[in-house]
């Protein structure tokens, strides 16, 4: 290999060249796709798929308390599942009439499904709905201390 005054080889100088034009094609494939994806979303709204619903779990001595956020939903499109160690919620918002020029709220649907760190009653659980806020009353399951028995 031949060697340049600046130490550089002619492998070293072909491999640079190689870099600097493999960067540049990724930089224009990169603004294609950008402009590709740039025009799709804007023809629908900036709209997404399935959303993760925010939940805050608050405990108290006798209960848990979950609030589920639910922006556009409905009570009648709420899926609410509760078992004694989880809660699962999906719930639908309805889209409303007009040209979207901007589309956040997602009207897909939100899902949610967590592990409680208690189990709970799921007979006695209470749910309400205002404002966008699935709010929903988890009774802990009490375990009383153990009796002793005498073993005869």
Not at 80 to 103: F, H, I, M, Q, W
Not at 124 to 138: N, T
């Amino acid at each position: 290999m031949k060697s340049d005054s600046s130490g550089t080889s002619d492998l070293e100088r072909v491999i640079g060249r190689a870099a600097v034009e493999a960067a540049r094609m990724s930089s224009q494939a990169s603004q294609a796709a950008k402009k590709i994806l740039g025009d799709v979303t804007s023809e629908f709204g900036e709209t997404k798929s399935l959303d993760i619903a925010a939940i805050d779990l608050l405990e108290t001595d006798d209960e848990l308390v979950a609030l589920v956020a639910l922006p556009g939903a409905s009570k009648d499109k709420i899926d609410l599942r509760v078992t004694e160690d989880s809660l699962y919620v999906d719930a639908k918002a309805n889209p409303r009439e007009g040209k979207y020029l901007r589309r956040e709220i997602n009207t897909m649907g939100l899902k949610r499904e967590i592990k409680l760190p208690v189990e709970v009653k799921p007979e006695q659980v209470r749910a309400s709905f205002k404002d966008g806020i699935l709010e929903v009353r988890l009774p802990k399951l009490v375990i009383v201390n153990a009796k002793r028995v005498q073993v005869d």
